[in-house]
């Protein structure tokens, strides 16, 4: 069974355009992210989300949006499309009780904005 | 707040050598400290982690140390195989919500 699975894996598209992410645990973790990987590896958190809470990195371009429709699921939604978009998204979840506990990562979304 | 500090950024070895790679922290309040291995094409995966009251922890091959006085910690390989060639990530986490802070990757390279 997949813990973290993101849709779809690659993306290609023009700029300009609107497109979306999804993104499903099924860990009964409380709190979701987002990340930007450049192509030098680097991971940026965009996001983190859980049931009270979204921080945003502020850094991140408002044509970023995330939206939870429930515990389980943080979709990643991008407006206006720009070449520097063109990374690897991945989504990641974790649970955040009073202790730390690993984040489990999905495969990542390859994003190509031509 | 939190910055991560990783090096070496690349790093080659021979099979059967040993690979080190350090991370420093600039928060003391920052309490746990995990590794990930990014596999090519794959998401990130732990491969072990340490938090602040534990000073080393092994497993097999992999171990890791923390010296919080210093605010570094630092992963150690042994008997490196070709299939510990990856992406390797340290983080530093301050608990609760606080999102993890990653470095900035080593690539490891394992030539057979």
């Known amino acids: 069974d997949t813990a973290v699975s993101q849709t779809p894996k690659y993306l290609v598209t023009q700029m300009g355009n609107d497109k979306s992410i999804k993104c499903e645990q099924n860990?009964?973790?409380?709190?979701m992210y987002w990340y930007k990987q450049d192509s030098k590896k680097f991971l940026k958190i965009m996001f983190s989300?859980?049931?009270?809470?979204?921080?945003i990195n502020e850094t991140v371009p408002n044509r970023f949006s995330p939206k939870s429709p429930d515990k389980a699921h943080l979709n990643l939604h991008i407006n206006s499309l720009e070449l520097g978009d063109s990374a690897v998204y991945f989504c990641?979840?974790?649970?955040?009780?009073?202790?730390?506990?690993?984040?489990?990562f999905g495969q990542g979304t390859r994003l190509t904005v031509v | 707040g939190e910055n991560v500090e990783q090096h070496p950024s690349t790093l080659s070895v021979q099979e059967g050598d040993s690979a080190v790679i350090k991370c420093t922290y600039s928060?003391?309040?920052?309490?746990?400290f995990p590794w990930y291995k990014q596999e090519l094409g794959k998401g990130p995966q732990l491969i072990i982690d340490?938090?602040?009251?534990?000073g080393e922890k092994k497993d097999q091959r992999i171990a890791v140390t923390l010296n919080k006085t210093a605010k570094h910690f630092s992963l150690h390989i042994t008997e490196t195989q070709p299939e510990d060639s990856a992406v390797y990530f340290c983080?530093?986490?301050?608990?609760?919500?606080?999102?993890?802070?990653f470095g900035r990757g080593t690539s490891l390279i394992v030539h057979p």
């Open positions: 990641a979840s974790s649970h955040t009780g009073q202790g730390n506990t690993e984040a489990f």
């Open positions: 860990l009964g973790h409380d709190t």
């Open positions: 989300y859980n049931n009270k809470e979204l921080i």
């Open positions: 928060d003391s309040a920052s309490n746990y």
């Open positions: 340490i938090r602040s009251n534990v």
């Open positions: 983080a530093a986490s301050m608990g609760g919500s606080y999102i993890p802070t």
